[in-house]
């Protein structure tokens, strides 16, 4: 029903700036949560952020808050991660996620979600 694509990584110093989009397209054009998860070769895909799709509330993983800013332009269907101060650690493939609109929704569950993007890989040098 919907694909999910992201674009906007790359290789950034550490301390440094990037911001990610996720365009969204399909048979649905509205009425979607959207986040972003993230994963490290070895590991667990892990929660970073995420946003509502009518008040636009936002969600955060501790390790990110303060750092990180997701945003969504319902126009252009179109979600976005701003991410500062970027730290080695926050080396990763981004996912963009999509949930459709329901009671109980769990931000941070990867379940939650029905559509996922290929993802886009983001460097952090030291």
């Known amino acids: 029903q919907v694909q999910l694509v992201e674009s906007g990584g790359g290789l950034v110093q550490a301390g440094g700036s990037l911001r990610l989009s996720c365009a969204a397209s399909?048979?649905?054009?509205?009425?979607?949560?959207m986040g972003w998860f993230r994963q490290v070769p070895g590991k667990e895909r892990e929660f970073v952020a995420a946003?509502?799709?009518?008040?636009?509330?936002?969600y955060y993983a501790d390790s990110v808050k303060g750092r990180f800013t997701i945003s969504r332009d319902n126009a252009k269907n179109t979600i976005y991660l701003q991410m500062n101060s970027l730290k080695p650690e926050d080396t990763a493939v981004y996912y963009c996620?999509?949930?459709?609109?329901?009671?109980?929704?769990?931000?941070?569950?990867?379940?939650?979600?029905?559509?996922w993007g290929q993802g886009t890989q983001v460097t952090v040098s030291s």
């Open positions: 996620v999509a949930a459709p609109e329901t009671m109980g929704w769990v931000p941070s569950g990867k379940n939650e979600y029905d559509y």
């Open positions: 399909g048979r649905t054009f509205r009425n979607l949560h």
């Open positions: 946003i509502r799709w009518s008040s636009s509330r936002t």
